[in-house]
């Protein structure tokens, strides 16, 4: 019948019927306890389907001794890192060196005290514990490098290199003079197509970076308003289709970032507040010097429902807007954060919705150029 695996295993071996009663009694309670009269049985048992996690080992046997057990179990990869105390009459420097020698992690002397079998069996499944939660965790930190590399490659070879013909071609075939004017509105299409998949594939990567802890940032100065006013631009269709209007209000503040990150982060934030935003709205972006801070306030009518306020910026959360990935919020937080920012949501029937970010200004970061736009 098969050992239940809920408590540690501990095998004993000793030629001698009245040692292994002794023995199996004082851990019975504890542990569960096999029992082997001779070298050759041991090594079945170990080499079984439920192996043991210790085990005592009498070293003067008939047959096969104790030593040569131990230097079999050493021998053997799936055997070698179970812990053997050996049991002995033994007590000269000669037999405990070579004891030590054969892979034994510790020597309890005859006659044996229960107490001290308990404790040194107890101290030894301790540290076989450790060693197996280290191992575990040596082998996450090893999978998830290699899912990072994996992903790496997917995203820089698999999914972006079919995209640089697509590119490409589309470029020399649109600056073609023999083409109608309907063909090269496809190929533009196709063009800024392509190369919107291959900023989104960019950001997915750098954003799976920024989970993982391996993005390299690399901050410089920038001007907050010239970044404001770009993304604005960008999401001016946007807003006109819904005929909301933007407004950019505040200081010019110089902020230590990375451009592209800044502009990813604020393009998902307002495009957030102009698709919240009800129709004929107004969005308001305020800029602010607090402190040591840039501050990017962005407000629109909207309110988030209760329930989902504090999920706001978590994974794949949508605030109930229809067609949403879920991760727009999300990856503004991690970009703010990423570059040593803070990021927060207020929402109330009183203001709406307000989402404010704070950035490190630029004067305080060694090697930068800060202060304020001119």
């Known amino acids: ?26 851990l ?3 542990y569960a306890v096999v029992a082997a009269r001779d070298g050759e049985k041991a090594l079945r048992l170990v080499t079984g389907p439920t192996p043991p996690d210790i085990i005592l080992l009498d070293v003067m046997m008939p047959g096969m001794d104790g030593y040569e057990v131990c230097a079999r179990l050493q021998s053997n ?60 965790q040596v082998q996450e930190l090893s999978d998830a490098a290699k899912l990072r590399d994996d992903v790496d490659r997917i995203m820089r070879h698999d999914l972006k290199t079919p995209l640089n013909p ?12 023999n083409i109608t004017d309907k ?33 390299d940032y690399r901050p410089t100065t920038l001007q907050l308003a010239a970044v404001v006013h770009r993304v604005v631009g960008d999401l001016a269709p946007l807003a006109a289709g819904k005929g909301n209007v933007v407004e950019v209000l505040g200081e010019k503040i110089a902020a230590c970032g990375e451009e592209m990150l800044c502009y990813s982060m604020l393009s998902n934030l307002v495009k957030n507040a102009i698709e919240a ?16 801070r840039g501050v990017i306030s962005i407000q629109n009518p909207g309110v988030v429902p209760e329930q989902m306020r504090h999920t706001f910026f978590d994974k794949y959360t949508t605030s109930g807007k229809q067609g949403g990935s ?14 040593k920012g803070e990021i927060k949501m207020e929402s109330s029937d009183a203001i709406g919705t307000r989402i404010t970010v704070r950035l490190p200004v630029a004067e305080l970061v060694p090697g930068t150029d800060g202060g304020k736009e001119e």
């Open 166 to 177: 697509v590119i490409g071609f589309s470029c020399l075939m649109r600056d073609d003079g």
């Open 1 to 26: 019948m098969d050992e239940p695996r809920n408590r540690d295993k501990v095998l004993i071996v000793d030629d001698i019927p009245e040692n292994l009663d002794i023995l199996m009694e004082a």
């Open 277 to 292: 935003a009800p129709t004929s709205g107004r969005v308001t972006i305020a800029l602010a010097l607090e402190g040591d």
């Open 326 to 339: 879920g991760i727009g919020t999300y990856s503004a937080r991690l970009m703010a954060e990423t570059m």
């Open 28 to 30: 019975s309670g504890k």
């Open 77 to 136: 990869q799936a055997t070698r890192d179970i812990p053997v105390i050996f049991l002995t009459a033994l007590s000269d420097e000669e037999s405990e060196l070579r004891g030590l020698a054969a892979g034994a992690v510790d020597y309890i002397h005859k006659p044996i005290s229960m107490p001290l079998v308990q404790a040194r069996v107890a101290a030894h499944l301790n540290l076989v514990r450790a060693k197996r939660q280290l191992a575990a």
């Open 183 to 215: 063909q090269r509105y496809w190929l533009d299409l196709i063009h800024s197509s392509g190369l919107m998949m291959l900023e989104m594939i960019n950001r997915s990567l750098d954003l799976f970076k920024m989970e993982s802890g391996t993005y």
